[in-house]
């Protein structure tokens, strides 16, 4: 069945510093491709998608860049904030989009 | 605020006690969505509406779930017979028909669950 696979976190990083948070995923089809973020205390919201292959994403400064032939939606900031800190969702939806299936979430932790 | 609203927030409840959770979606979408979310998992599917007919349930909603959506606006879902796996955050989400999919999920702030 489909799948999606993120890196574990959590990750720590000082403010400033590039971020890359690793995203697989298995598909029968052609997926749309999703990250979606959850601030604390909030819930969960679009952060940036792409809908075919060869597609970027971006949003707030975060990028992703849908890879069918490494299968894999990579997201990345070239310089994080404190307020960049919160939970990330990698996420995929086809046949209609009806259903959608999420990662496990990399925690994020931005130090000042 | 027009967002997607779900009642209660919290929900702590005795094993085999029945528990009712309520969504409010967006007013103009016709897809809603109930996902659970365990600690340090992401969200999964439970089920689908679109308007008022449930088109998709997971094999994750056992007998002891049921959620309804009768006119096509709010949707309850109903954990009968709570057990203490049951415990998680109960997220319900809605977004608009779009053709061809690829569409956004709005997602409410959750009900969060405890069994004890």
């Known amino acids: 069945g489909n799948s999606v696979t993120q890196m574990e976190g959590p990750v720590t990083l000082s403010e400033e510093a590039f971020l890359t948070i690793n995203c697989t995923y298995t598909a029968t089809g052609y997926p749309s491709l999703f990250w979606y973020v959850q601030y604390p205390g909030e819930g969960l919201q679009l952060l940036l998608k792409?809908?075919?292959?060869?597609d970027k994403g971006s949003n707030k400064g975060f990028e992703a860049t849908y890879r069918k032939e490494t299968t894999s939606f990579h997201l990345e900031k070239g310089s994080v904030q404190v307020s960049d800190s919160a939970v990330y969702f990698c996420a995929l939806s086809e046949g209609g989009g009806f259903k959608t299936i999420f990662g496990a979430g990399t925690r994020l932790f931005v130090k000042a | 605020d027009t967002g997607v609203s779900q009642d209660p927030r919290h929900k702590i409840t005795k094993r085999g006690q029945n528990v009712t959770f309520r969504c409010d979606p967006i007013s103009e979408h016709n897809r809603l969505y109930w996902y659970r979310q365990t600690l340090g998992q992401g969200p999964e599917f439970l089920t689908y509406f679109q308007n008022e007919a449930q088109l998709e349930k997971s094999r994750l909603l056992s007998d002891r779930f049921s959620a309804e959506r009768p006119k096509g606006s709010f949707s309850t879902l109903e954990i009968q017979r709570t057990e203490q796996g049951d415990s998680a955050m109960y997220l319900c989400a809605s977004s608009p028909l779009r053709r061809g999919g690829g569409g956004e999920l709005f997602f409410g702030e959750g009900s969060r669950l405890t069994v004890l």
């Open positions: 792409a809908t075919k292959a060869d």
